[in-house]
């Protein structure tokens, strides 16, 4: 059971997702009738995920690297997103990622900006469903 949770990586795991929400979203793979490796995929490009993923990374970030700067953390994360470092990335240069940055502040903005760029990318969105498991996936993890 849960076989889509173990996918995630283990010293991520219990920073995305937290145990005792399992069941309702083992819950929600089967009303879509998700296979584990579907709703893998799906969560891990929901935006609750997303938004927390990058703080996690810009967290751990600053405690490996505090000599880097935010802006050049937030490059490092955009560029890890990108085709040249990830085959299911997103399609954009350096450059464009040199010029976002002209528009990053802060990570709420990086944030933003990547689920943005994750919108665009027409591949993400399974089934054309995004909007609505996006806000039921939020409405899982943000419960009590």
């Not at 929901?46 to 490996?64: G, N």
């Not at 700067?69 to 240069?93: P, Q, V, W, Y």
């Amino acid at each position: 059971m849960y076989d889509w949770y173990y996918m995630f990586v283990t010293n991520l795991r219990s920073d995305i997702i937290n145990v005792n929400k399992l069941p309702s979203l083992e819950k929600l793979r089967k009303r879509y009738f998700f296979t584990n490796q579907l709703f893998f995929e799906v969560l891990i490009q929901s935006e609750w995920v997303t938004k927390t993923l990058q703080i996690r990374l810009y967290e751990q970030a600053k405690i490996d690297f505090p000599e880097l700067t935010d802006k050049e953390i937030f490059k490092t994360i955009i560029m890890s997103r990108t085709i040249s470092c990830n085959a299911f990335g997103l399609e954009i240069s350096e450059y464009e990622v040199d010029e976002a940055l002209n528009n990053i502040k802060n990570l709420d903005d990086l944030i933003i900006y990547i689920i943005e760029q994750d919108k665009l990318d027409e591949q993400s969105d399974i089934f054309g469903m995004r909007n609505n498991i996006n806000e039921t996936i939020t409405k899982i993890m943000e419960s009590k």
